[in-house]
């Protein structure tokens, strides 16, 4: 609760520090200004901003180049044009701040898939309807979907616009099979054949989703335990944005995140889903464990 109240209290600080960032991104201010424009010590500001943030004010202003950048590349703007508006002074900076931030080139962003085939089809599961993609270096989006086939497909396009999207139910059935009926657990990673997997995102969010590859079937951790084993502790919340956003549900077990009091807490695709993936788990290993004691 005190924590809560300090945070509470430091929040118009804040707010203040964010709006001068964003107002001066492409001048890239040092700390020292941005603490004294809200009126605190460096060393306060710092301390302050990270306790709330759980990133430090460097890594802040590293996110708003970095998004200022895709915006200005989402539009055609050239990266040598980019760079400078962004006020990063090299078109190597801004290399890094895209492969550290990212994991991709600017180039490679720009692009959104240009060259790369992407094999769709949608599913009937013991979980809903899904839809399935995948790329020759391995499967890109596993989603499930209420009612319209086009809204799913529409939000795929949107993250792989430039690439070749092919209808392809035969071949995404047999990944549909090995996922869903083939293997005695839904999204068992430890299995003697693992499934390949194509992942995009920032370097932040491919920590979590391979820390969240490694929670063994049948259990589940929280996101406080998370945050912890990719060395951030600080950083629950947008470790709970990073399980929101997994583009690949079930293979990536996101449902297996809970929250620390023991409720199950929220789930992209609907709680009851979350808890019948748990179940069927849970009742998988359970059997598991009994074949092997006999």
Known sequence: ?????????????????????????????ELEEIASAVGVSE???????????????????????????????????????????????????LHDLFVNTEAVTPGEYKTRGAGLTIQYGFHHTPFGKCLIASTERGICNLSFFENSEGQALDNLVSTW???KMLEDHRATASLAARIFLAQPVAGD?????????????????????EALLKIPTGTVTTYEHIAAQIGNPNAVRAVGTAVGHNPIAVLIPCHRVIRKSGEFGNYRYGAARKKALLAREHVATSALREAGSN
């Open 1 to 29: 609760m005190e924590h809560n109240l300090e945070l509470s209290q430091h929040y118009k600080l804040i707010e203040l520090a964010i709006q001068y960032i964003e107002a001066n991104v492409n001048r890239q201010p």
């Open 43 to 93: 060393y306060h500001f710092q301390r302050m901003f990270t306790r709330w943030a759980g990133i430090s004010p460097k890594r802040f202003m590293q996110f708003l180049t970095k998004e200022h950048a895709k915006d200005l590349l989402a539009r055609s703007e050239n990266l040598l044009d980019t760079t400078h508006q962004v006020g990063l002074s090299s078109l190597g900076r």
């Open 161 to 163: 616009n430039q690439a």
């Open 189 to 209: 990673r430890q299995s003697d054949s693992p499934f390949k997997l194509y992942l995009r995102g920032t370097n932040f969010q491919i920590k979590v989703w």
